[in-house]
């Protein structure tokens, strides 16, 4: 069993900066393939961006690539999303994932374990 628990989400105007964190119980973090994925109101669920078990393989949606930054600390068991730059549009709860295969995967259905979510809201 995984527990994931993220942290970081708040209130931030156009162009600014929030820094979320998942923290992850289990002695194996290290070999799971972590992701972030987004839901704003009445939207699905998307896969935001994934990072591999030893953080040398790291991947972003169109939308955030060169905004935001995925990285892990595997002695600390927790992953971050550096998000910068934020735009109204990236509004949405923010939840952590973990898959228990070793590759990249986007798909939602890949994810075993999740987070309860936190709410990142961007005014303009």
């Known amino acids: 069993q995984v527990q994931l628990v993220e942290s970081g989400g708040g209130l931030v105007q156009a162009g600014g900066s929030l820094r979320l964190s998942c923290a992850a119980s289990g002695r194996t973090f290290s070999r799971y393939f972590m992701g972030w994925f987004r839901q704003a109101p009445g939207k699905k669920r998307e896969f935001v961006s994934g990072i591999s078990w030893g953080g040398s393989g790291t991947y972003y949606s169109d939308s955030v690539k060169g905004r935001f930054t995925i990285s892990r600390d595997n002695a600390k068991n927790t992953v971050y999303l550096q998000m910068n730059s934020l735009k109204p549009e990236d509004t949405a709860v923010y939840y952590c994932?973990?898959?228990?295969?070793?590759?990249?995967?986007?798909?939602?259905?890949?994810?075993?374990?999740w987070g309860q979510g936190t709410q990142v809201t961007v005014s303009s």
């Open positions: 994932a973990a898959r228990m295969l070793p590759d990249y995967c986007s798909a939602y259905e890949c994810y075993a374990y």
